[in-house]
């Protein structure tokens, strides 16, 4: 089994930050995610959202182009959500690489797509070395009780 200093449980916006920061100080770093990498933010919330309100501020201009003197023609009101769709599944498409597991792999983070169980995580916690605790800004750490994890 293998150990490690830092386990991660979530590969989201809080996960992913804390993942590549124990990785950058040299810590063994294993990331769990039960779903999709980039949590909320990527999949639901942040990405998503900021992509439709792109797509309403568009809408919304051309609607209102009259007011500037702007002849948007007659068929710029019209918003279908099937191409909207699309358009947000492609912004989302383009972050996503910056939460992959080939871009964590490739910090130096074991990421495995699995849910992270207490029981697992104990037993592969191990003290981190004085050097990597120190840098993680501790003087040691310790394994977590399983009661923190529930
Ligand atoms: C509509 C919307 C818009 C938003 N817009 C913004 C914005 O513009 N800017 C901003 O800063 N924030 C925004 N947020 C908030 C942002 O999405 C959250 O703050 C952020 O996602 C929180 O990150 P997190 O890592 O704490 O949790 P999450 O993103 O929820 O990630 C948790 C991850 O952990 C995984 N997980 C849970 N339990 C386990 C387990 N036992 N084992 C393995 N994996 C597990 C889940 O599958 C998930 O992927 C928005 C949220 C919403 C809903």
């Known amino acids: 089994m293998e150990r490690y200093?830092?386990?991660?449980?979530?590969?989201?916006?809080?996960?992913?930050?804390?993942?590549?920061?124990?990785?950058?100080?040299?810590?063994?770093?294993?990331?769990?995610?039960?779903?999709?990498?980039?949590?909320?933010?990527?999949?639901?919330?942040?990405?998503?959202?900021?992509?439709?309100?792109?797509?309403?501020k568009v809408a919304h201009t051309l609607r209102t182009a009259s007011t500037y003197g702007i002849n948007a023609g007659t068929t710029a009101a019209r918003h279908d959500l099937k191409p909207v769709m699309e358009y947000v599944r492609s912004a989302r498409a383009r972050v996503a690489p910056h939460d992959s597991v080939e871009r964590f792999t490739g910090l130096g983070v074991d990421v495995h797509l699995c849910a992270?169980?207490?029981?697992?995580?104990?037993?592969?916690?191990?003290?981190?070395?004085?050097?990597?605790?120190?840098?993680?800004?501790?003087?040691?750490?310790?394994?977590?009780?399983?009661?923190?994890?529930?």
């Open 116 to 150: 992270g169980r207490s029981s697992t995580v104990i037993a592969c916690l191990r003290r981190c070395s004085s050097s990597v605790a120190g840098r993680l800004g501790r003087s040691s750490a310790r394994p977590l009780p399983v009661s923190d994890l529930r």
């Open 5 to 56: 200093d830092l386990i991660v449980l979530g590969a989201g916006s809080g996960g992913l930050t804390v993942a590549a920061g124990g990785a950058a100080v040299g810590a063994r770093v294993a990331l769990l995610e039960k779903h999709r990498m980039g949590g909320d933010c990527l999949n639901y919330g942040c990405v998503p959202s900021k992509a439709f309100l792109r797509a309403a």
